[in-house]
């Protein structure tokens, strides 16, 4: 090439080649810079691919006009064909994924730098500033907050401490559904729903504040108007916990409260705080003015959190601190089981041969002569396949809870930048039609292993999610499970169910409704199918 010029340069006028070389150098070298800069820009890592985001905003208005921003989240990667998407909200990349792989990638090989969560309004609220376990940042607090809550409250030997309070509220919901389904003023119909969520947090409340009841409760054993309004703002805390808020992407526009988010998340606070905090202030003022108290005298886990000691044998936990983590405990505990059963319940009343299977196992495993008790569950595959199907077609939420990249790290090809938040889409892994045949048909038997092993509600390589994996996972997932299965199982054992009169097919479809499930609720027929002393606890 260079000879072909130089030949050319001796054929042209003497007073040309100055000009003509000046211009071959300044055409060679934009060449040169040209190649240099598109080889860097071929090194620079890339994010996930993503809509294109408006300046200082990014994506938001887009979020704000869509009628659930999780659909419109999932519609974006079903059109851009990716099961990693980066989406921009103000100055905040947000990382959802629908490939148990790619979630894997992030939560079992980079766990460590994935173990955050976000600074939300709603968090700040409900966590009294940050002090407890689920909700709370990473850092010494959350350290803190998850020794106690693993090695204090959910051991093993403190399972099994609780037992007695488990089965008194299992007995009491066999009780209770029983005189539901005799209320002839009903037509025998039970709000499934209903029975749910108070069966669990009567369960939680029991195991945290030894009571049942706020106020004197129902001859019945069904809850009183205090529970029935403790219980609707526990739901309502659950359905903002982790909601696309707008000010926690654009924090200068906390206070505002734009999507109304902010005010419902303090109401539902002064509610279950009027009902929480006098308890726990009576009973800390108890044991601080009582020294003839010993460990002996330990009935419950407020007990356990007031009577923890730090080195110099002081409190260990301040009174915040209890407070917050004793309602964190509950609304840990009180969604997923109850969801799970409702909807476990409706699929099985559309295909009476699954309902029928699993009475049958409950039959032959327990008999008719006695109730499900939770050394039972080892052996009731069947009614854990249907509640782990239920976890995985229909989710509690749509995402789970965020976990936030404390550095800039490479996640396969893509960079993910820090404090990104990443989001599973419970529903996206739950119903991946490259990892499930027949995604979003209810088929409880896929669960059942071929050896006939256990069948167990984690799902450790993330093709579902029922209680997570890593550093945040669930730290009550023995909790978990045994709630799920007693509810469920004693359900099934104790009555047959159908769909309300007039009506063939239970309509799953009604219940969605935005990010969480918060339509419906099920009202179905229940009829007891045992003796009758066995629901009189």
């Given at each position: 090439?260079?000879?072909y010029?130089?030949?050319f340069?001796?054929?042209?006028?003497?007073?040309?080649?100055?000009?003509?070389?000046v211009?071959f150098?300044c055409?060679?070298s934009?060449?040169?810079l040209?190649?240099?800069?598109m080889?860097?820009?071929?090194?620079?890592?890339?994010?996930p691919p993503?809509?294109?985001?408006?300046?200082?905003?990014?994506?938001l208005p887009?979020?704000?006009?869509?009628?659930?921003?999780?659909?419109w989240i999932h519609k974006?990667?079903e059109?851009?064909?990716t099961?990693?998407?980066?989406?921009?909200?103000?100055?905040?990349?947000v990382i959802?994924?629908?490939?148990?792989?790619?979630a894997?990638?992030f939560?079992r090989?980079?766990d460590?730098?994935?173990?955050?969560?976000?600074i939300?309004m709603?968090?700040?609220i409900?966590?009294?500033g940050f002090?407890?376990?689920?909700?709370?940042p990473?850092?010494?607090?959350?350290?803190?907050?998850?020794?106690?809550?693993?090695?204090?409250?959910?051991s093993p030997?403190?399972h099994?401490?609780?037992?007695?309070?488990?089965?008194?509220?299992?007995?009491?919901?066999?009780f209770?559904?029983?005189?539901q389904?005799?209320?002839v003023n009903d037509?025998d119909l039970?709000n499934?729903?209903?029975i749910a969520?108070?069966?669990?947090?009567?369960?939680?409340r029991?195991?945290?504040?030894n009571?049942?009841?706020?106020?004197e409760g129902?001859?019945?054993?069904?809850?009183g108007?205090?529970e029935?309004?403790?219980?609707?703002?526990?739901f309502?805390l659950?359905?903002?916990?982790?909601?696309?808020c707008?000010s926690?992407?654009?924090?200068s526009l906390r206070?505002l409260d734009?999507?109304?988010?902010?005010?419902?998340?303090k109401?539902?606070?002064?509610?279950?705080?009027?009902?929480?905090?006098p308890?726990?202030?009576k009973?800390?003022?108890?044991?601080?003015?009582?020294?003839?108290k010993?460990?002996a005298?330990?009935e419950?886990?407020?007990?356990?959190?007031?009577?923890?000691k730090?080195?110099?044998?002081?409190?260990?936990?301040?009174t915040?601190?209890i407070?917050?983590?004793?309602?964190e405990?509950v609304?840990g505990g009180?969604?997923?089981p109850?969801?799970?059963?409702?909807?476990?319940?409706?699929e099985?009343?559309?295909?009476?041969?699954?309902?029928?299977r699993?009475?049958q196992e409950?039959?032959?495993i327990?008999?008719?002569?006695?109730l499900?008790?939770?050394?039972?569950?080892p052996?009731?595959n069947y009614?854990?396949?249907?509640?782990?199907?239920?976890?995985r077609?229909?989710p509690?939420?749509?995402f789970?809870?965020?976990?936030?990249?404390?550095?800039?790290?490479?996640?396969?090809?893509y960079?993910?930048?820090?404090?990104?938040h990443?989001?599973?889409s419970?529903?996206?892994l739950?119903?991946?039609?490259?990892v499930?045949?027949e995604?979003r048909?209810?088929?409880?038997?896929r669960?059942?292993?071929?050896?006939g092993?256990m069948v167990?509600?984690?799902e450790?390589?993330?093709?579902?999610?029922?209680f997570s994996?890593?550093?945040?996972?669930?730290p009550?997932?023995?909790?978990g499970?045994?709630?799920?299965?007693?509810?469920l199982?004693?359900?099934?054992?104790?009555?047959k169910?159908?769909?309300?009169?007039?009506?063939?097919?239970?309509?799953?479809?009604k219940?969605?409704?935005?990010?969480?499930?918060?339509?419906?609720?099920?009202v179905a027929?229940?009829?007891?199918r045992?003796a009758a002393?066995?629901?009189h606890?």
């Amino acid at each position: 090439m260079m000879s072909y010029i130089c030949s050319f340069l001796l054929l042209l006028p003497q007073s040309f080649c100055p000009l003509f070389l000046v211009m071959f150098l300044c055409f060679m070298s934009i060449k040169t810079l040209r190649y240099h800069l598109m080889c860097m820009k071929s090194k620079i890592p890339k994010l996930p691919p993503g809509p294109k985001p408006w300046p200082i905003v990014g994506n938001l208005p887009e979020m704000l006009a869509s009628e659930s921003p999780t659909r419109w989240i999932h519609k974006i990667m079903e059109e851009m064909n990716t099961e990693i998407a980066c989406i921009r909200l103000g100055n905040v990349h947000v990382i959802p994924i629908t490939c148990p792989t790619i979630a894997l990638e992030f939560l079992r090989k980079h766990d460590a730098e994935f173990a955050s969560r976000p600074i939300s309004m709603s968090t700040d609220i409900i966590s009294n500033g940050f002090l407890t376990t689920a909700v709370t940042p990473f850092g010494e607090q959350w350290k803190k907050m998850k020794k106690i809550f693993v090695n204090e409250l959910f051991s093993p030997h403190k399972h099994q401490w609780l037992t007695n309070k488990r089965n008194e509220e299992a007995d009491n919901l066999m009780f209770y559904v029983y005189n539901q389904c005799k209320n002839v003023n009903d037509n025998d119909l039970v709000n499934v729903r209903n029975i749910a969520r108070h069966y669990c947090c009567n369960l939680m409340r029991k195991l945290v504040f030894n009571t049942r009841y706020f106020g004197e409760g129902r001859n019945d054993g069904g809850p009183g108007l205090e529970e029935v309004e403790h219980v609707d703002a526990i739901f309502t805390l659950l359905r903002y916990v982790f909601a696309f808020c707008v000010s926690d992407y654009m924090p200068s526009l906390r206070g505002l409260d734009i999507d109304g988010h902010e005010r419902k998340v303090k109401d539902a606070m002064s509610i279950v705080n009027k009902y929480n905090d006098p308890i726990i202030e009576k009973r800390i003022e108890k044991w601080r003015k009582d020294g003839s108290k010993t460990s002996a005298d330990v009935e419950d886990i407020l007990d356990i959190l007031i009577t923890l000691k730090d080195v110099n044998n002081e409190p260990l936990l301040t009174t915040e601190e209890i407070k917050a983590q004793a309602l964190e405990l509950v609304l840990g505990g009180v969604d997923n089981p109850s969801h799970a059963a409702e909807f476990a319940i409706s699929e099985m009343i559309n295909q009476p041969e699954l309902l029928q299977r699993a009475t049958q196992e409950l039959d032959n495993i327990v008999g008719k002569q006695r109730l499900v008790q939770e050394s039972d569950i080892p052996n009731l595959n069947y009614v854990k396949a249907c509640a782990k199907e239920a976890f995985r077609l229909h989710p509690i939420t749509i995402f789970n809870p965020p976990h936030v990249s404390m550095e800039n790290i490479m996640v396969g090809d893509y960079m993910i930048p820090k404090g990104s938040h990443v989001i599973l889409s419970k529903q996206g892994l739950g119903r991946n039609p490259k990892v499930w045949n027949e995604p979003r048909k209810f088929k409880p038997e896929r669960h059942l292993k071929s050896d006939g092993s256990m069948v167990v509600l984690g799902e450790p390589d993330l093709k579902l999610i029922s209680f997570s994996t890593g550093r945040r996972a669930c730290p009550g997932i023995v909790i978990g499970t045994t709630m799920t299965v007693m509810l469920l199982g004693r359900l099934l054992h104790g009555f047959k169910w159908s769909g309300p009169p007039n009506v063939s097919t239970v309509d799953l479809l009604k219940y969605s409704n935005g990010d969480r499930y918060i339509g419906g609720p099920l009202v179905a027929i229940a009829e007891p199918r045992l003796a009758a002393e066995l629901y009189h606890p």
